[in-house]
């Protein structure tokens, strides 16, 4: 019994230490640079409501709707861009701004990157409305999302006219934005060779952690 007991304890205390090692933010890769600093968002621009955003617990919240986008102050050209996300609860909604202006809808005035919650969206998604795609623009493979509250991460590589896509490991898109020609006079961001990046505030809350990007060359 009492080894029985020890076991126990010592299997909990592994799954604790995962726990904390999950919730700690990692080291920037080398050659990256953080475009958040944990504590403050400095750098970054809201477009909607201010109360909406905030540091807290070393990740960038969401609360919420009403927010807009939350952007970078600097704007970005070509770049491989990293971050985590994760959802509070089922049928979250949000977006990864790109090469977007201050005004307009990312979405058209630049591009974005749709993240939601594919398995529990309350409703019928448009196949560009997926986890990866370019909205209204290309649509993703289908991704692999983790449950609710767990982590997920994303890689987006802009270079020059192509942009790819990749989630926990997985190719969602690999695009030549020259292939989309025809969608420029509704998506003129298409065009755009550099702008800010950012996140999108549409409904429930959501929190991103290492944020970080590399300019490429």
């Known amino acids: 019994m009492r080894t029985a007991v020890r076991l126990c304890v010592v299997a909990v205390a592994v799954c604790a230490a995962a726990v904390r090692a999950d919730d700690k933010p990692a080291k920037v890769p080398e050659g990256f640079s953080a475009l958040f600093d944990g504590k403050t968002l400095s750098g970054w621009k809201h477009t909607g409501k201010a109360d909406v955003w905030t540091a807290e617990g070393g990740n ?35 977006g990864v701004a790109l090469r977007t202006p201050e005004k307009g809808d990312p979405a058209y005035a630049g591009m974005e990157i749709q993240l939601i919650d594919d398995e529990g969206w309350p409703g019928k998604l448009a196949d560009y409305q997926h986890t990866g795609s370019i909205y209204d623009v290309q649509p993703a493979k289908e991704a692999k999302n983790k449950a609710i509250g767990e982590w997920n991460e994303v890689v987006i590589v802009c270079k020059g006219r192509k942009v790819t896509v990749t989630q926990n490991g997985k190719e969602l898109v690999s695009a030549n934005l ?17 702008g800010h990046i950012g996140f999108q505030s549409y409904n429930v809350r959501v929190e991103f952690r290492n944020v970080v990007i590399k300019e490429l060359k």
């Open 60 to 94: 960038i919240v969401c609360k919420g709707g009403g927010g807009g986008y939350l952007l970078t102050e600097k704007e970005y050209g070509d770049f491989e861009f990293r971050c985590e996300y994760k959802w509070e609860k089922k049928g979250g909604n949000s």
């Open 178 to 194: 020259d292939d989309y020609k025809a969608k420029e006079k509704n998506h003129p961001g298409l065009a755009r060779e550099k």
